[in-house]
Nanobody, 128 residues
Framework: QVQLVESGGGLVQAGGSLRLSCEAS????????VGWFRQAPGKEREFVAAIRWSGSTTYYGDSVKGRFTISRDNARNTVYLQMNSLKPEDTAVYYCAADRSPGYGSNYYQTPRTYDYWGQGTQVTVSS
């Protein structure tokens, strides 16, 4: 089993920045990749970004490219999501998720069912 805990959410003004953290514990050696998703009220869960647990491959959703950066610190078993130039439409609950199977390609990592473990989520609210 893998446990995921998100932190770093909060209230920020449009144009501001936040950094989310996702700390993994348990059988972290089984993780192949970690993704971030978000879900706003009344909307479907949306892919934000993903990163392989080893190597440098990253993937981003179209709505966050150029503004968000995903990174990881394997020593701390933590994945980060640096969010810059935030917009009101970025308001959502942000979830991190871990994939325990090898996969490849943006379509694979953008799909929620790819992931085996999910955190509880952290609220991000961007005011205009």
């Amino acid at each position: 089993q893998v446990q995921l805990v998100e932190s770093g959410g909060g209230l920020v003004q449009a144009g501001g920045s936040l950094r989310l953290s996702c700390e993994a514990s348990g059988r972290t050696f089984s993780i192949y990749a970690v993704g971030w998703f978000r879900q706003a009220p009344g909307k479907e869960r949306e892919f934000v970004a993903a990163i392989r647990w080893s190597g440098s491959t990253t993937y981003y959703g179209d709505s966050v490219k150029g503004r968000f950066t995903i990174s990881r610190d394997n020593a701390r078993n933590t994945v980060y999501l640096q969010m810059n130039s935030l917009k009101p439409e970025d308001t959502a609950v942000y979830y991190c998720a871990a994939d325990r199977s090898p996969g490849y390609g943006s379509n694979y990592y953008q799909t929620p069912r790819t992931y085996d473990y999910w955190g509880q989520g952290t609220q991000v609210t961007v005011s205009s």
